[in-house]
Protein backbone atom coordinates (compact mmCIF):
# COMPACT_ATOMS: atom_id res chain seq x y z
CA UNK A 1 0.00 0.00 0.00
CA UNK A 2 3.11 2.53 0.90
CA UNK A 3 4.76 1.46 -2.01
CA UNK A 4 1.77 2.17 -4.26
CA UNK A 5 1.76 5.54 -3.16
CA UNK A 6 4.89 6.27 -3.53
CA UNK A 7 5.08 4.98 -7.22
CA UNK A 8 1.83 7.47 -7.80
CA UNK A 9 3.56 10.52 -6.31
CA UNK A 10 6.51 9.50 -7.97
CA UNK A 11 4.40 9.47 -11.30
CA UNK A 12 2.78 12.72 -11.11
CA UNK A 13 5.86 14.49 -9.93
CA UNK A 14 6.68 15.20 -13.58
CA UNK A 15 3.37 16.27 -14.51
CA UNK A 16 3.50 19.09 -11.56
CA UNK A 17 6.96 20.05 -12.54
CA UNK A 18 6.15 20.64 -15.88
CA UNK A 19 2.67 22.72 -15.12
CA UNK A 20 5.08 24.86 -12.00
CA UNK A 21 7.59 25.65 -14.91
CA UNK A 22 4.34 26.39 -17.38
CA UNK A 23 3.23 29.03 -15.15
CA UNK A 24 6.18 30.64 -13.68
CA UNK A 25 6.87 31.13 -17.67
CA UNK A 26 3.48 32.70 -17.95
CA UNK A 27 4.11 34.94 -14.99
CA UNK A 28 7.44 36.03 -16.05
CA UNK A 29 5.99 37.17 -19.17
CA UNK A 30 3.11 39.15 -17.79
CA UNK A 31 5.62 40.49 -15.01
CA UNK A 32 7.48 41.57 -18.11
CA UNK A 33 4.81 43.30 -20.02
CA UNK A 34 3.70 45.05 -17.40
CA UNK A 35 7.42 46.78 -17.01
CA UNK A 36 7.85 47.39 -20.49
CA UNK A 37 4.48 49.19 -20.46
CA UNK A 38 5.53 51.36 -17.32
CA UNK A 39 9.06 51.95 -18.50
CA UNK A 40 9.38 55.34 -20.66
CA UNK A 41 12.44 55.43 -23.37
CA UNK A 42 14.41 59.10 -23.26
CA UNK A 43 16.40 59.69 -25.94
CA UNK A 44 18.76 62.59 -25.24
CA UNK A 45 20.73 64.56 -27.78
CA UNK A 46 23.82 66.12 -28.16
CA UNK A 47 24.36 69.50 -25.66
CA UNK A 48 21.69 68.15 -23.95
CA UNK A 49 22.09 68.70 -19.83
CA UNK A 50 21.90 65.40 -17.75
CA UNK A 51 22.55 64.19 -14.15
CA UNK A 52 25.42 61.59 -15.01
CA UNK A 53 24.98 59.03 -11.36
CA UNK A 54 28.08 56.88 -10.52
CA UNK A 55 27.00 54.48 -8.03
CA UNK A 56 30.79 53.25 -7.31
CA UNK A 57 31.46 56.40 -6.14
CA UNK A 58 29.47 56.02 -3.37
CA UNK A 59 30.19 53.30 -2.09
CA UNK A 60 33.62 54.25 -1.15
Known amino acids: MV ?15 EQAQHNIKKAQGRQKRYYDNKIKVVEFKISDLVLFYDSVKEKY
Open 3 to 17: NQHINKITAELGQHR
